[in-house]
């Protein structure tokens, strides 16, 4: 991959769902079967899904988009969370406790039970196409950035080649 073409996918579901309409229009404007035009991928929140959902398919850059694309279309809320009486109970009792410094650092401070999306991330994911196509230069990094619900705080992952070219160690004379 020769291009540095970064490409910074903010949170928010709502822009999420945005950007894969902007990807969509490149799709349709580049050629069937082109390579992922971006080497550095960079996401936040649901912009980081799509970060992933693309370099999971850096070699087809239509293809990307169009499974970015399906799962956007018939994304529904229960895919995400669970909505129910006893898991809002538990939540906000946890989070009324939490003001008290009575919670248990442990669980989520999630207000509904985001347990589906797990399920939806492992069906449309597969993280070992990440590595492949870092492997075969069709991607150079991949950033991605989420936050916990348990303690608030961003954690950024990262996955790149190294660039510098292993080599026989001297031994140094003295």
Not at 28 to 50: D, E, M, Q, R, V
Not at 104 to 124: G, Q, R, V
């Amino acid at each position: 991959m020769t291009n540095n073409n970064a490409l910074i996918l903010s949170g928010g579901g709502a822009r999420a769902a945005y950007q894969v309409g902007v990807l969509s229009a490149m799709g349709k404007i580049l050629p069937k079967h082109t390579a992922l035009p971006f080497s550095i991928l960079c996401g936040t929140s649901a912009g980081a899904l799509n970060a992933t959902m693309l370099a999971s398919y850096a070699d087809n850059f239509s293809k990307a988009v169009s499974t970015l694309a399906f799962v956007w279309r018939h994304l529904t809320p229960d895919q995400i969370y669970t909505v129910g009486r006893w898991p809002v109970a538990t939540s906000l009792t946890k989070t009324l406790l939490s003001l008290f410094h009575v919670h248990n650092s442990e669980t989520s401070m999630a207000l509904m039970d985001n347990t589906p999306l797990k399920e939806l991330l492992s069906n449309h994911l597969d993280f070992s196409k990440i590595h492949t196509a870092i492997d075969k230069q069709q991607l150079r990094a991949l950033a991605i950035t989420a936050m916990s619900y348990s303690t608030g705080e961003s954690t950024t992952f990262f996955k790149d080649k190294p660039i510098f070219k292993a080599g026989k160690k001297k031994d140094a004379k003295a």
